[in-house]
């Protein structure tokens, strides 16, 4: 009987929140609940007091455990607001290079409307027709001085049309594909143009020489031509219209006849193919 009590006993201390307390802490805590309810029902003032007071000696050890997880928030804030501005940066720079390609986009658009506004400026006698195209290859070396267009037989485009710029003479057409043709320039060594010195009424042979500037050639001896004299096509030969503007003269230090092209040779984005109106090959089909 004496082992039993002892034992229920034991099991009582081991439910007791306090141990040390033994079987009636339970019973004590009741009461002391109750006291202090009593006391703060009676001086709540005093109560309040004493529960700040203690508030304030704990709180330096509140803000000492709560300052690193503070601090880890603020970390998670940071790396949050930082990946948010990467991805923002991300899309301002996919957003300025779309601006940049439209940008460009639209300086070339405005590049080749001056182009064809400017060949616009070029006027053809009545009799003659045209077709407009576009430069699409350069093989200007040291050896061959031409371009590649986008127009060819299909555009009633053949060898031996003239072909000019916004400002005048280019060269003739050499070849001529379905869809594009090959130009040989007026400065090809290969090129030969009956030309017009209108300040001199003089004909004349304009001679590609490889270089920027062609050269006159099958000039009566003693002729005196000035500086600046203008030189057109002058017909001859049927190929190039008449009058069509090629360049000014310049004497070179050798004293020969040179032409500065009124056409840059080395910038040219369009171009205009001419042929006379009369030719059977060049009149609309009935």
């Known amino acids: 009987m004496t082992l039993r009590r002892r034992s229920f006993a034991r099991s009582l201390s081991r439910l007791a929140p306090f141990p040390f307390l033994g079987a009636g802490g339970n019973f004590f805590f009741m009461v002391l609940s109750i006291i202090i309810l009593f006391i703060s029902a009676m001086n709540a003032n005093r109560i309040s007091?004493?529960?700040m007071m203690i508030t304030d000696l704990v709180a330096p050890v509140m803000i000492t455990l709560n300052k690193p997880m503070q601090e880890t928030a603020a970390m998670i804030q940071e790396l949050s607001g930082l990946a948010d501005l990467r991805a923002e940066n991300q899309r301002l720079l996919l957003e300025n290079n779309q601006l940049r390609e439209w940008f460009e986009k639209a300086q070339t658009l405005n590049s080749e409307n001056m182009a064809l506004r400017d060949l616009l400026n070029v006027v053809t006698e009545p009799q003659h027709s045209y077709v407009t195209a576009r430069v699409i290859a350069d093989s200007g070396n040291t050896f061959m001085?031409?371009?590649?267009?986008?127009?060819g037989q299909?555009?009633?485009?053949?060898?031996?049309?003239?072909?000019i710029s916004n400002r005048g003479v280019l060269g003739r057409v050499v070849e001529a594909g379905q869809i594009t043709?090959?130009?040989l320039l007026i400065n090809d060594i290969n090129s030969r143009i009956p030309v017009w010195l209108e300040e001199n009424q003089q004909h004349a042979i304009l001679a590609g020489q490889n270089d920027d500037l062609p050269q006159l050639v099958h000039l009566p001896?003693?002729?005196?031509?000035r500086d600046g004299s203008r030189v057109v096509t002058s017909g001859f030969g049927g190929m190039f219209p008449k009058g069509l503007p090629v360049g000014k003269v310049v004497v070179d230090p050798q004293g020969f006849y040179r032409v500065v092209p009124f056409a840059d040779l080395s910038q040219i984005m369009y171009v205009r193919i001419v042929e006379r109106a009369q030719d059977p090959d060049l009149l609309p089909a009935q």
């Open 221 to 225: 001896p003693h002729v005196k031509i």
């Open 154 to 163: 299909s555009d009633k485009v053949k060898s031996g049309q003239a072909v």
């Open 181 to 183: 043709a090959r130009v």
């Open 49 to 51: 007091d004493i529960r």
């Open 145 to 151: 001085k031409s371009i590649l267009v986008t127009a």
